[in-house]
């Protein structure tokens, strides 16, 4: 089975500064997405950035940046220019690719705190 | 266009009663996903439908159950509530025009607690 492991539960940044959230993940799989959701405090989960496996560049969206290692299976996501509104939950994802699969398997979560 | 809503936002229950909750998806989405959050176990994915068909299913007991409607409405049902179904319960919906992506749309979410 796919598992997903975010080793840091909480994780706190200066406005203005660069961080990066870790997470590695277990498959047999060659085809598969990983993803960053943002979960903020009124907890409507939000899509923050998506990565195709088969892909070798590294997905970009505006601030947030993935440094994706397959073989080392580990999908990170770094948060540049960081802003109070980053503030949340973000969890890691993956997703077996395949048409009528729709199961995401969820890391546990790091919380970040953006301190002013 | 509206987002995914989730109804009721709130509700308590006592154990052994039973639970319906409701979400509607985004207009033209057509599957709808369960997912439970608890802050020990994380997201836990229960089930997927799609054109009122069942498609995928987590690791749930049989207490927990769903359908979808033709509207693409769906519900879940949890029966003989137990204190550790305590959790929030997300809705997400999706296209599932094509080939599947990924992106899931989520709703805030329905807070069950049991006493």
């Keep these: 089975a796919q598992t997903v492991t975010q080793s840091q539960p909480e994780m706190s940044v200066q406005e203005a500064e660069t961080v990066t959230l870790s997470c590695t993940y277990d498959t047999s799989e060659s085809d598969y997405y990983l993803f960053w959701y943002k979960q903020p405090p009124s907890r409507q989960m939000i899509l923050v950035i ?5 892909k070798q560049q590294n ?36 997703l077996k690719s395949g048409g009528s699969n729709y199961k995401l398997t969820f890391g546990k979560g790091t919380l970040l705190t953006v301190n002013p | ?77 949890v029966s003989t509530l137990e204190l550790g179904d305590s959790a929030l319960y997300l809705c997400a919906s999706s296209y599932s025009g094509g080939l599947n992506t990924g992106e899931l749309f989520f709703g805030e979410g329905s807070r069950l607690t049991v006493l």
């Design chain 1, 59 to 94: 997905a970009t969206e505006n601030r947030f940046s993935v440094n994706f290692q397959k073989a080392a299976k580990s999908f990170s996501l770094k948060i540049s220019d960081s802003q109070l509104g980053d503030a949340a939950m973000y969890f890691c994802a993956y």
């Design chain 2, 1 to 77: 266009k509206a987002g995914v809503t989730q109804t009721p936002r709130y509700l308590i229950k006592t154990r052994g009663q039973q639970v319906t909750l409701s979400c509607s998806p985004i207009s033209g989405h057509r599957s709808v996903s369960w997912y439970q959050q608890t802050p020990g176990q994380g997201l836990q994915f229960l089930f997927e439908y799609f054109s009122e068909t069942q498609r995928n299913k987590g690791n749930f007991p049989g207490r927990f159950s769903g359908r979808q409607f033709s509207n693409s409405r769906s519900e879940m049902n």
């Design chain 1, 50 to 54: 998506r990565q195709e496996a088969y």
